[in-house]
């Protein structure tokens, strides 16, 4: 569970918005199914609480395991989720996306960020009618001193110009992918629930 609280006020500036939209609540559910019936009991639960909801199917992945800060089922995760929806550039092949993503940015975001856990979900498709067609969702854990903090985030603290390298190299390698004008990132605080 990611929830957009007053945990995570610290990170407010890095929230990113272009679907008029975003999420304040992510739940990650792994199902056997992810047909109609099947899903309706998770999907009344979320819907239970109130507000809109989408729900996606994804092929995920865990680049990096959260080991540093893991917290007890149901407690806060120390620091901050960054989660991100976005969109493939459309006149990029799918393959070339998932290629420059998957098997380039990866490692890139991995060696200039503070990152202790990572996760990459390409949606394979939307499962609800109305929502926003995102292509990937992404969450990144980041220690708290990153919510305010421009070289804690780029895991640069005291170094200027390693901050400036990790910035640089972060920004060129997320625009061979992403279309900054549509994307939606969400600093939020993760409860792990399982």
Not at 13 to 20: L, P, V
Not at 128 to 156: K, N, S
Request: proline letters at 6%; charged letters at 20%; one cysteine or more.
């Amino acid at each position: 569970l990611n929830l957009a609280d007053a945990d995570v006020a610290a990170g407010a500036a890095r929230k990113m918005a272009s679907s008029g939209a975003p999420a304040d609540v992510v739940v990650s559910v792994w199902v056997d199914s992810a047909n109609d019936e099947p899903r309706r009991g998770i999907d009344e639960a979320v819907a239970s609480v109130g507000g809109e909801g989408s729900a996606y199917l994804v092929t995920g992945s865990v680049p990096v395991r959260n080991e540093r800060h893991r917290a007890p089922v149901g407690e806060r995760t120390p620091g901050m989720a960054h989660v991100a929806f976005f969109r493939r550039p459309a006149h990029q092949s799918e393959q070339d996306w998932l290629d420059i993503w998957l098997n380039s940015h990866t490692q890139i975001a991995i060696d200039t960020q503070d990152t202790f856990g990572y996760v990459q979900n390409v949606v394979c498709r939307v499962l609800t009618e109305g929502a926003t067609p995102w292509d990937a969702i992404v969450e990144e854990l980041f220690p708290p001193e990153a919510m305010a903090d421009q070289a804690a985030f780029f895991d640069a603290v005291g170094d200027p110009e390693r901050q400036a390298r990790n910035e640089q190299a972060m920004f060129a390698s997320v625009q061979r992918f992403i279309d900054l004008a549509t994307i939606d990132v969400v600093p939020t605080s993760q409860y792990p629930m399982t």
